[in-house]
Structure formats: C-alpha cells, structure tokens
C-alpha cells in the first residue's frame, strides 16, 4: 500500500470513528470552529460575499440564503477560483457527449446535476476537495467493514471524476449509466464479480428481479439519488441478503450516512444543518437549508434545499451524536396539494402518498402518483405477474383517502394509467410522487 493510500485510509478511519464518538458539545464545538473557518474564508476569496457578509465577526443570521437559481446566477462571483459559468457548462457537456472524465484545467473536477426540477446546478470540486470527498464517500458508504475486496457496480446518470477518486483507495468502480439494459448489468456483474451494488433504488429493484442470473454473492447494497421506503430497502436485503445502505446527497455533498445499526443519520460534522417548519399537519417534515463546512472553491453557505426531512433525536445504538433522519418526505415541488374540507387547500407530503401506494400490497413492484392538478391524480402501477390489480387498485384509493382526510383534505379523482412509471427527461431519475398542478 502506499503512503498516500495508507495517508486516506487513516483519515477515513478516523471520520468513521468521529460518527460514533464524539460528544454533542465536542461536535457543537466543532461546527462553530469550521463555521468561523468557512465564513472567513468566503469573506477573504468570493467576491460575492466579501460584498455581501458583513465586516467583523459574522453570526449566521447575518448571512444571505443562497437558492439554486442565484446560484448559478451569481456562480463567477461566488467562487473563488475565478471560474466562469459558461465555459464549466460547455466544457461539462462536452465532457458527457464523450463519456469523459478529464478534468478542468487547473484540476477541477465539474459537475452538472439537473436535479428533479430541471434547472441545472454546476458543482466544482479543486483536487484537495476531490481526494477529501472520496475519503468521506469510502468511509461513510456503509460498506461492511470485514468486506476486503470492494469491487462496485456504480450506477450513475453521468459519470465524474469527483466520484472516481475513490479508486485511489483501492475500491474497483465498474460505471454504468441508467439506460444499461437489465441483462448487461447481471453480465457485467457476473464478469467482474462484482460483491456490492451502488445505484437509485429503481434500478436496483430492476437487478432484484434477476437476483437468480447473479452468480457469485452480494455482500452489499448502497442507494442514493431517490428515495427508498422501508418496504424496498426490506425487498433488496431479503433478495441479495445483503446488508442495505443509504447515502443522502446531492450537488451540495453529502448530507447523511447509514451507521451499523441501519440509521440515517446527518452528517453533521461536515455540514451545518438548519431546519424550518414545511407546514406538515400530519407529522414532523421541515425544509433543510445547508452549510458545507469544508467546500472551498465553490461555497455552499445557507444553501436552500427542495428537500424535506423528518429529524429525530441523537440516541442511536451505533454510539453517534449526530441527528437520525426518521424519514426523507420527497421534495417541495412533490407536495400535493389538496382541496381543504373546509375550504382552501391542504398540503399531502409525498411520503403520504409513497406509503399508500406500497402498503397496498406486496405485489407492487414499481410505481408512480402524479398530480396534475388538485382534483385529478394519475397512478402508474407496475405490479407482479398474477397480481390482484384490482383489489390493489381499490385499497390504495382507500389509503389516499385516508390520508387525506388525516390532513383535513379530500382527494379528488383518481384514476390508473396503463402507462408505465417513466423517469424524468431531465434527471434520468425515478420520482415516484410528481406534482405538476
């Protein structure tokens, strides 16, 4: 092994030890350290915030949201390497066009995500931002520790040398897109005996089906980029009989981790985490807006998520102070709004909606609720051969139904598509709740 592997894997050691360890005060005094590190820095190199933070010491109130759109609006002015918008964009879809992975000169490695809005989001990472990441990602992965060998089908939309730097800590990443057909990932699994599976749920669910083609063992699964209910993260272990990881991230870093009970908990020594109400009458979801304690080249500084997350206490198992996220809603632009028994509308959160359709039964396989507007709902439903359809029909308009009524709405009409679920045109994502009122 050589010293700089040797360098990574102690300092991936130690952020796996620190998510156990560290007290809520040791991390409180933490988060107000790099916080100070991360302002001062923005204040001394962005042009944007030296105009726009104040002069002195900054408290956190004091700093403006940052939302997508301004973003990318004012991104040659917040970043602080003197990058410009336009050519990174050129130069990243130029880079997909080719399926490259070069990186920007200066060593930059850039990014593009749509996300499930469509509006695009450039994210740039200098080399020291992208060896630190890779360390985060290897240790944070949810990877069995006793596992020696890694070798990973990583499926991605596109793919970006800000991910491949894990390579360097002795992980095989064999990368696929979304549009891999079935059959060629169970070969290519089977050809590079690939022991863990990395992708959005909906593609995994897809190998799940063809769980008997796979011929050496599974030894791991990890999700991220859509959201998974328990009874899917419950299929894919029960199926590979594997343990199943989630990681929650985005254009932003990553946000949350699965520990060695199965939690997901925030990582909170990385980010600084503010939640706000999201008007849930039924339960406890709140809008996250984040602060990347460690990004540099491009600051994310009160970053405005679409996101809603349900965050509990600190007690877990695993030894981590750091808050376990019960449950990831959707997003803002996924809440259904319904007509209000009482008049006015009545927000569903898109966890509602998940939850009545895959509690009807175990025969649904794949699914998808769009709300064109607050009186019509469309459901698409891929279910088992020799499945009920009708009976599954039937008790997943009794759950909307209940829901509904459960937040004092009404749930207008629904009716089922023969269309299939369809992934959006933008992202390549599966967004199983869509609103488009």
Partial sequence: MTVARRGAHAAASYLQWRSRHWSEPRLARHLQRRLGRTLDHAKAHSPYYRHHLPSGPIALGEVPRMTKAEMMSHFDAINTAGLHRDELIEFRIEQERRGSTDLYPGGYAV??????????????????????????????????????????????RTNNPAFTAITALGVELQYVDYFVPVPELVDLVNRHRLNVLAG?????????????????????VITYAE???PSTKQRLAETFDAHVSEI????????GFTCTTGNLHLSEDTALIELEPAADTLGGAERVVVTDLYRRTQPFIRYELNDLLEVG????????AFRIIERIHGRTDSVFLLAGIDGGEVRLMPDYVRRSINQASGDVIEYQAIQHSPEDIEIRLELAKGADEATIRRTIVANLEHWAGRAHGRIGRISFSPEPPARDPVSHKLVRVVSRR
């Fill in 313 to 320: 206490g600190r007690t877990c198992a695993c030894g981590s």
């Fill in 227 to 229: 959201e998974i209910d």
């Fill in 200 to 220: 959005p749920p909906s593609l995994l669910i897809q190998l799940a089906e063809h769980a008997d083609a796979i011929k050496g063992p599974v030894e791991a």
């Fill in 248 to 255: 929650y991230q985005g254009a932003e870093g990553m946000l």
């Fill in 111 to 156: 990014g593009l995500s749509s996300g499930t809005s469509g509006n695009k989001v450039l994210t740039v990472l200098s080399a020291r931002e992208r060896s630190r990441y890779a360390i985060l990602l290897w240790a944070r992965s949810g990877l069995p520790a006793q596992l020696e060998e890694r070798r990973v089908l990583f499926a991605l």
